[in-house]
């Protein structure tokens, strides 16, 4: 298992290839279908976000609320199909990468090479082992959504696989 | 005639949901347990994870993965007791709700236009059954959404026969891929109507995974989709393995003679599912 500390540097992005195990460490931010959508109104309107996207790791989520003593509750990562309306144009403007599960489109695999990003794939169904690797856990936004809402992670040694790496080679091609 | 207070139905539930949230069946772990001896590479390393997860989540009284579901809660009400105290689905409800904040899991039920979310993961998602006898039984199935978005419903004609049922079992695991967090189990119901097509495959999912039907002819169909999803290659997570699926489960019932329905409900390897007899 490589140690990676994000963000990627230009010589990790080199060095990683689909299908690498990895534990990943720094700073990420949930995100699932409802936070997204807020996201692109508030693009459609030209307002301000609340994450800077080019010093931002999405990752796919929603976590259980932490008990008495935990940065967080239960927290693996969430189909990352159903993000594919939405990654390819925040790779565009700038999003660092993903962390989710499962296969992506092939648009969103082409905005990934286009953009030199990888996308990595948490293990799903792994929650109480990734509420471990989360050591500090802030809400940033859109709080309504409750568990959907943004938070700001500190992982270390956060486990995953490589899913689609920056040449577009994917871990799902069979 | 027996008298059962809805409260003791209501604390059943409590039970079973804190149970179930936070651990994997028996029949789940040793499942996986074989997984991850067949496998190798990164499908082996997701397997080993999960095992890892398995025991953190039980030690810690963690959620096992954080969909903590919809509450599908199955009553199989015996005809002979006499239910008293507050309104039945009152009291189911209030078992969930007291389940899913105590136990710090979290809240997935939302209004499907508004995706407004209800704050307690309420209402359960019940369904009662009148049956002989003077019992109740209890089946807490906490139900993820990642699989559950992957099933399928075929309205099949008779003369697609059982080859046509083996072929929609696969063809569900395949277009489902990576998604919906294989290995699977896969619950499959054949026969009634369009509706209870589909309850008869969610009722497949609380059959241990590994059981067999008791019917041959049924059990042959279990035994032959279960080959051809693990012919697909797809394996934990989609890392590509030998273990696509932890076990299939059908469940039959009587059609009408112009049609032959085949429900798909996929659930993902983190098989939870809680039973109890009042």
């Given at each position: 298992m490589k140690k990676i500390t994000l963000p990627l540097s230009p010589s990790d992005l080199n060095a990683l290839h689909a299908g690498d195990g990895v534990l990943l460490s720094g700073t990420i931010y949930t995100a699932r279908d409802c936070a997204h959508r807020r996201l692109f109104e508030l693009l459609d309107r030209g307002e301000p976000l609340p994450i800077e996207l080019d010093k931002t790791y999405i990752y796919y989520a929603g976590p259980c609320p932490a008990p008495a003593g935990k940065a967080c509750g239960s927290c693996g990562p969430t189909t990352s199909a159903r993000m594919n309306a939405f990654a390819p144009r925040l790779l565009d403007l700038g999003l660092l990468g993903m962390i989710g599960k499962g296969e992506m489109s092939e648009e969103t695999r082409a905005a990934l090479v286009r953009n030199k990003k990888v996308y990595f794939a948490a293990i799903g169904g792994g929650g109480a082992q990734y509420a471990k690797s989360i050591k500090k856990s802030e809400l940033v936004a859109?709080?309504?959504?409750?568990?959907?809402a943004i938070y700001r992670f500190e992982v270390v040694d956060f486990p995953a696989v490589v899913a689609i790496d920056a040449r577009g080679k994917s871990v799902y091609d069979r | 005639m027996r008298t059962l207070n809805t409260k003791e139905i209501s604390d059943c539930v409590y039970r079973l949901a804190r149970k179930a949230g936070t651990t994997l069946t028996p029949a789940c772990r040793s499942a996986l347990r074989a997984a991850a001896d067949a496998e190798e590479g990164a499908a082996q390393f997701a397997l080993a994870t999960l095992l890892e997860n398995a025991d953190t989540a039980q030690a810690e009284r963690m959620p096992v993965c954080q969909d903590t579901g919809m509450a599908v809660v199955l009553l199989e009400i015996g005809q002979n007791v006499f239910l008293t105290g507050e309104p039945l689905a009152d009291a189911v409800n209030d078992g969930v709700r007291r389940a899913y904040a105590d136990g710090y899991?979290?809240?997935?039920?939302?209004?499907?236009?508004?995706?407004?979310?209800?704050?307690?993961?309420?209402?359960a998602h019940l369904h009662t059954e009148i049956v002989p006898g003077e019992t109740v039984k209890v089946t807490f199935l906490p139900k993820g959404?990642?699989?559950?978005?992957?099933s399928k419903l075929y309205m099949l004609t008779p003369s697609e026969g059982r080859a046509g049922i083996v072929r929609a079992i696969v063809e569900t695991v395949r277009a489902a891929g990576s998604r919906p967090c294989p290995p699977v189990y896969v619950g499959v119901g054949i026969g009634g109507a369009f509706d209870s097509c589909a309850l008869l495959a969610k009722k497949a999912l609380t059959r241990d995974v590994g059981s067999k039907n008791a019917r041959a002819d049924v059990a042959s169909i279990e035994e032959e989709a279960l080959a051809g999803i693990n012919a697909l290659g797809i394996g934990a997570q989609g890392f590509?393995?030998?273990?696509?699926?932890?076990g299939v489960a059908c469940e039959i019932a009587p059609t009408h003679i112009a049609g032959l329905p085949v429900a798909v409900n996929i659930q993902c390897h983190c098989i939870r599912c809680e039973k109890e007899t009042l």
């Open positions: 859109f709080p309504d959504l409750l568990s959907e | 899991f979290r809240k997935s039920i939302c209004d499907p236009l508004t995706r407004v979310n209800t704050g307690d993961n309420t209402p959404f990642g699989s559950e978005n992957m590509g393995g030998k273990v696509t699926a932890l």
